[in-house]
């Protein structure tokens, strides 16, 4: 009782003054130590810009990261969650990518416990915003880590731009997927943004299949068959569900021209489309229509290997 009386005087003492640091230091050492109870008993003013601050993303991050914790202790899911959006959005060098989907993440979880408390409307709306959110932002790391792939042929400032703030799809399209030919970054925001063009989402399927067999060339055929089955069964798994963006009819006869130029034993590739999910009803659908229609397989892929 003694020790917490000197705590007390010590509190009362040290926030009369107006150093910055030395009160985000405090806030931040008492949530650590588990004595959000004597920040919630701090009536200081300081204290109340710093949250006003924090939640319109006008503070500095070094408070912002110590308030949402606070709000979390506290049991304020709601205003952690905006601040923590408010820090995933904050444009500049502060933190990188990782950083701001880690930010987003907890967002996420703070959002769906203020719902599960409330269930409001507006949080429902604002969770499934920040879903939305962090969904775009794992393929922009998807682009980031794709164009690091790539090296040197890239432009430094690509990567800066990619750290330094989240991106809207249209955004990321433009000037990185299609002008890097990221395909698989591609079909992920065509997906992802529901977007609608067979002829686009099908040459974006045919240069992955073609980027694939390219990278194998000077390889045996086994070697270079197990390769496109496992870069079309892995594709497979993330967009199947979509017909669009999984466009089976158009998959399965490219893969079986292909096949026949490579003079490959093409049963890989219906036993490939079982593995992804594809029904024996709806292949033997397309192979029937592909018989019917007489249309010669003579290949699309030219191999120069």
């Given amino acids: 009782q003694q020790n917490r009386e000197k705590l007390a005087l010590v509190l009362q003492h040290s926030l009369g003054g107006d150093d910055e640091l030395f009160h985000v230091a405090l806030y931040d050492w008492l949530i650590n130590a588990g004595e959000v109870d004597r920040l ?6 300081y204290l109340e810009d710093l949250k006003r601050g924090a939640v319109s993303g006008d503070g500095n991050v070094g408070i912002m990261d110590l308030l949402w914790k606070y709000y979390e202790k506290t049991g304020d899911f709601a205003a952690a969650a905006q601040i923590l959006c408010k820090l995933a959005e904050r444009r500049g060098r502060d933190y990188d990518l990782q950083h701001r989907i880690e930010y987003l993440s907890r967002a996420v979880v703070s959002a769906k416990s203020s719902n599960v408390r409330t269930g409001a409307s507006a949080e429902g709306e604002f969770l499934h915003e920040l879903e939305e959110k962090l969904e775009v932002a794992h393929i922009q790391m998807q682009i980031l880590q794709a164009l690091q792939h790539l090296g040197q042929s890239v432009p430094h400032d690509a990567f800066l731009c990619l750290n330094e703030e989240l991106m809207d799809f249209s955004k990321l399209y433009e000037e990185y997927a299609d002008r890097f030919n990221l395909s698989e970054c591609t079909l992920a925001i065509l997906h ?20 694939e067999l390219d990278k194998s060339k000077g390889s045996d055929s086994g070697s270079r068959m197990e ?39 093409p049963a890989w590739i219906f036993t490939m489309f079982r593995r992804v999910g594809a029904s024996i009803s709806s292949l033997y659908a397309i192979y029937d229509r592909l018989f019917k229609s007489k249309v010669s397989l003579s290949g699309n892929y030219e191999d120069a290997s």
């Fill in 40 to 45: 919630l008993e701090i009536r200081s003013l």
């Fill in 227 to 265: 390769s496109l089955r496992t870069k079309i069964a892995q594709l497979g798994k993330l967009h199947f569900q979509s017909e669009r963006h999984f466009p089976l009819p158009f998959l399965l006869r490219f893969l079986e021209e292909t096949s026949c130029q490579l003079n490959w034993n």
């Fill in 192 to 211: 992802s943004a529901g977007y609608n063009d067979p002829p686009l989402i099908e040459n974006v399927w045919r240069d992955i299949i073609n980027k």
